[in-house]
């Protein structure tokens, strides 16, 4: 059998060996930090080195769409946690740490997060996953970042499984789907009760978890779910799906998507099919993407809810700092709520370091995570709390609307805050108003 | 005969397969350790993966020229079966990993074997477009909740099985306790996953050197000449899906336990496509050139990583940059423009693939090296398809006495 073996197999064989030598060889030669992969919990705190963590550096890292997939547009946000950090290396780093900051593309693909998030903890040796983005491509990576110890800042996505149950190295950086469920549904109830409602869903856990508390929050209601529509994650374009929504004559219409195909939806009821139905979206849609994707006439009125400050309110000091942090650091990143978001996540990560000390080691980056409170971030209208027991930091939310092209904010903001401060509102960043002076 | 020494080749195979066996602890040794760490272990066992999931495309595609864009979903179904067998067990008994991974594979071919029945009748581009159904309708079945049959009359919750949109989450797997010592999870993988994909290659290259892959190829280069050799098309096309199937299956089946978790968006369109072009890539029907694909796919991320990287370091983008509509920085955005350049050029001056080109490099080699080897013209003469065919030294005599004017591939 092996005397017909062709001899190009040893050209193969000398070619493959070639091929791994250079690109093992190739790769960056600066994150060396050797890892161990030890279990969570056996780690000897002390004289065990640090993974990712030097006298002069901490190195980040965080997986994010960059192509291949329509929700690449959230790659700004990643350039603007990149614009923080960078303007806190440029002020001395924390305690003399720089922070290098690493992104792996992950083409919004469950099989490629696993990849790129195996690649930053056991070849870039990365101190902590800042931010990772999506719900269905973060599901794929939680437990091993769980079990490996890794700590798992602040996700970019509102899954409830996130935080419940609690583990100790994961933090949630949006608000939950489910509280955010909740008060969309306050809001149809007060409205439109007694009405027949459409969905419209991404086809995946995000919509998924969204209709379910949504439809929680409207259950003792008279409000009638009347059509379900989804629509799949490499979709741009639902004007098929919002053609059958009309054919259902819904009195309104609640939109679980991401800001592209929320943007089809409201451009083919009002542009196509000339249906001037009342439309409510999830807060992942308040992005100016939506506004300029839909028009800035077809998106007027549409309502849904936001944790923190906008980029519109340009007369807002910390908004008129995220500016400037882009200008200096962007890279000719244009500011927009999607940096605005990456920066809010950026600084929470900083403030966590800072409260970490000077001996920065995973669990004493947790402890520090866990003791902000009374905190106002450049963005935040309220203080951001957390505990052992919470670790949601954004549990405000309030309702805002498309006015003249832009989302403001209407009605007082509902606080579902689980670990009481001590602070009632924000002045502005690191201001925080206490009830004494704010009387 | 007389004894002498192995020849080249086989000597390269044993080396190979020698690396391939103590991969996992190369790391730990004083020189690689500079350069391989566990995460390269991990992309290693990816390559395996992949390589048992090519070899079964390449058997459709390649030898049998039945172009499937909808190989993932047969992924996906094997991935499926096993990671409910292994998450669920079957019948109240737990079920073990290999016997997990083989009903993945059985059920995965027969259902590729039905598969085949409709696409006798297709070829071509329709093929094409029916197979890419597969892959559009399949992750939207698996996001159901349930399905009901006879007018909501019988409604079966299937998301009880798969997980509907969230997938399914299995137990990280642990190797067992009587080498724990010996073996780390990762290296315990590695062989999971390694040995599989070695015997599943040797298979498969037997396969191409038996009547049914002879008969693969001549479905693929003359079907009507095939079928008057008394070539059974329609049993042989859907052996191949079957076939093909079955590779798929196990493959699938092994990529849920490495993964410890399946969701219906891990195989998607673009999974499905960049399959294919890696089948190309590496060369099609060629094992060895399933190797390359399979190397494509396993570090095709890390080579766009490095490509964008490589770019941003050129100067001369630098003092562009003002006239540029793009800054430097952009490139990290232009990833896939950066990436697919490269891949253009390939496929024009190197049509037969990687394997393709390690064969036109052999035959130019000197007359020593020649040896043995059927007679084939000079480095002149373009990639002639002979190693890709039934009988290469038959159809390589009959070139030689054809005019080269004529020599036109398939």
């Given at each position: 059998m092996l005397r017909r073996f062709p001899r190009a197999f040893l050209l193969a064989a000398i070619l493959i060996g070639g091929l791994v030598l250079l690109s093992c060889g190739g790769g960056e030669k600066t994150a060396e930090t050797p890892v161990t992969t030890q279990p969570a919990g056996t780690s000897t705190p002390g004289a065990e080195k640090v993974p990712g963590v030097t006298d002069t550096e901490i190195v980040l890292g965080t997986h994010f769409p960059l192509s291949q997939n329509p929700a690449a547009a959230y790659a700004p946000i990643a350039d603007g946690m990149r614009a923080y950090f960078e303007y806190v290396n440029s002020q001395g780093g924390v305690y003399g740490r720089k922070i290098k900051f690493i992104v792996g593309d992950d083409h919004f693909n469950p099989a490629d997060a696993v990849e790129v998030v195996r690649k930053l903890v056991e070849?870039?040796?990365?101190f902590a996953l800042v931010g990772g983005l999506g719900d269905a491509p973060h599901a794929a990576v939680y437990k091993y970042l769980e079990e490996n110890g890794v700590p798992d800042m602040f996700i970019s996505g509102g899954l409830d499984k996130w935080t419940e149950p609690l583990a100790r190295t994961r933090f949630q950086g949006n608000p939950n789907y489910g509280t955010e469920g909740r008060m969309l549904a306050k809001y149809l109830v007060e409205n439109y009760n007694g009405k027949k409602l459409g969905l419209l869903l991404e086809n995946d856990e995000f919509g998924e978890n969204g209709k379910k508390a949504v439809l929680e929050g409207i259950k003792d209601s008279d409000i009638k779910v009347v059509a379900e529509e989804r629509y799949e994650t490499t979709q741009w374009d639902v004007t098929a799906q919002t053609q059958r929504l009309k054919a259902a004559n819904p009195d309104v219409i609640l939109a679980y998507a991401v800001p592209p195909p929320a943007a089809s939806l409201v451009k083919a009821a009002r542009e196509t099919l000339h249906w001037d139905v009342p439309i409510v979206v999830t807060g992942v849609v308040v992005t100016d993407i939506f506004i300029q994707l839909a028009g800035a006439q077809n998106a007027e009125g549409v309502v849904s809810v936001v944790f923190g400050k906008q980029i519109y309110q340009t007369d807002d000091p910390g908004v008129q700092r995220n500016f400037q942090i882009m200008k200096d650091f962007g890279h000719g990143v244009e500011p927009s709520n999607f940096t605005l978001y990456g920066i809010f996540i950026a600084e929470m990560m900083v403030k966590a370091l800072e409260n970490a000390g000077?001996?920065?080691t995973r669990d004493s980056l947790i402890d520090g995570a866990e003791s902000i409170r009374d905190w106002c971030c450049l963005t935040c209208p309220l203080p951001v709390n957390m505990s052992p027991t919470d670790h949601?930091?954004?549990?405000m939310e309030v309702y805002n609307k498309v006015e003249n092209g832009k989302w403001v904010t209407f009605g007082e903001p509902v606080i579902f805050e689980s670990t009481p401060g001590k602070a009632i509102g924000c002045k502005g960043p690191d201001e925080p108003i206490y009830a004494s002076e704010g009387e | 005969m007389t004894r002498t020494l192995p020849r080249p080749s086989v000597l390269g195979l044993i080396l190979l397969l020698a690396v391939v066996a103590i991969f996992p602890y190369l790391y730990t040794w004083p020189f690689f350790s500079s350069f391989l760490d566990p995460f390269r272990t991990f992309q290693v066992t990816r390559f395996g993966l992949w390589l048992i999931i090519l070899l079964g495309l390449n058997l459709l595609t390649g030898y049998s020229g039945q172009i499937s864009l909808g190989h993932a979903a047969l992924v996906a179904v094997g991935a499926y079966v096993a990671a409910v067998l292994m998450s669920q067990g079957f019948m109240g008994h737990d079920v073990p990993i290999a016997v997990a991974v083989l009903a993945a594979g059985l059920f995965t071919g027969a259902l590729g074997f039905a598969l085949g029945a409709p696409a006798l009748r297709l070829s071509g581009p329709y093929l094409a477009i029916a197979t890419f159904a597969m892959i559009i309708a399949l992750p939207q079945i698996l996001k159901l909740e349930s399905i009901s049959f006879a007018g909501q009359e019988i409604n079966v919750n299937i998301a009880r099985w798969t997980g509907g949109v969230q997938g399914l989450l299995l137990d990280r797997p642990k190797p067992p306790e009587s080498l724990k010592d010996l073996v780390t999870e990762r290296q315990w993988l590695y062989y999971e996953v390694m040995v599989p994909a070695v015997i599943m290659a040797a298979m498969a290259w037997n396969l191409t050197r038996s009547r049914i892959g002879r008969a693969f190829v001549a479905i693929r280069d003359a079907e009507v000449a095939a079928e008057h050799m008394g070539v059974n098309m329609a049993l042989y096309k859907m052996t191949a899906f079957a076939l093909s199937g079955l590779f798929a299956g196990v493959g699938g089946g092994l990529f849920a336990y490495n993964e410890a978790f399946i969701s219906p968006d891990s195989f998607e369109i673009i999974k499905s496509i960049t399959m294919v072009v890696a089948i190309v890539l590496g060369g099609l029907a060629s094992i060895m050139g399933t190797v390359f694909a399979a190397l494509f796919m396993a570090f095709q991320n890390e080579i766009v990583d490095a490509l964008s990287r490589l770019i941003r370091q050129i100067p001369s983008l630098s003092i562009l940059e003002g006239y540029l509509p793009t800054t430097a920085n952009d490139f990290e955005k232009l990833r896939g423009a950066v990436y697919s350049i490269p891949l253009m050029i390939f496929i024009i001056f190197a049509p037969g693939g990687v394997a393709g080109l390690i064969h036109q490099v052999g035959d130019a080699a000197p007359t020593w090296w020649q040896k043995g080897r059927s007679r084939v013209t000079g480095w002149a003469s373009t990639f002639k398809l002979t190693r890709r065919r039934a009988e290469p030294d038959a159809e390589a005599a009959v070139e030689e006495r054809q005019d080269p004017e004529d020599e036109t591939r398939h």
């Open positions: 070849q870039d040796g990365i000077p001996n920065l949601r930091p954004c549990e | -």
